[in-house]
């Protein structure tokens, strides 16, 4: 079982940025694809990001691609989401999560969900 903490959230100005951290717990981290996902207050859980247990290959949601970047620390058990010209639309909790499935984006097929990072982007 592998245990995830967010952290890296705050707040920020439209156009800013932030880097979101999610350190896992045990030894099976580079097993598993990683995601991250959001949710705003009122609405569903949104997949925002995934990348696989290599970090060779990464998808995105349509409306961060070329804003976000996610990437991996097999090493240090860690994988981050770099947020560039963030919007106030970005503003949600962010979660991080593991997948068997590579290229997976349905929230059902992630698990060991973290407790979430607040994000908010004023405008």
């Known amino acids: 079982q592998v245990q995830l903490q967010e952290s890296g959230g705050g707040l920020v100005q439209a156009g800013g940025s932030l880097r979101l951290s999610c350190a896992a717990s045990?030894?099976?981290?580079?097993?598993?694809?990683m995601g991250w996902f959001r949710q705003a207050p009122g609405k569903k859980r949104e997949f925002v990001a995934g990348i696989n247990w290599s970090g060779g290959s990464s998808w995105y949601a349509d409306s961060v691609k070329g804003r976000f970047t996610i990437s991996r620390d097999n090493a240090k058990n860690t994988v981050y989401l770099q947020m560039n010209n963030l919007k106030p639309e970005d503003t949600a909790v962010y979660y991080c999560a593991v997948s068997l499935i590579t290229y997976a984006r349905r929230d059902s097929d992630f698990g060991s969900w973290g407790q979430g990072t607040q994000v908010t982007v004023s405008s």
């Open positions: 045990g030894r099976t981290f580079n097993n598993y694809a």
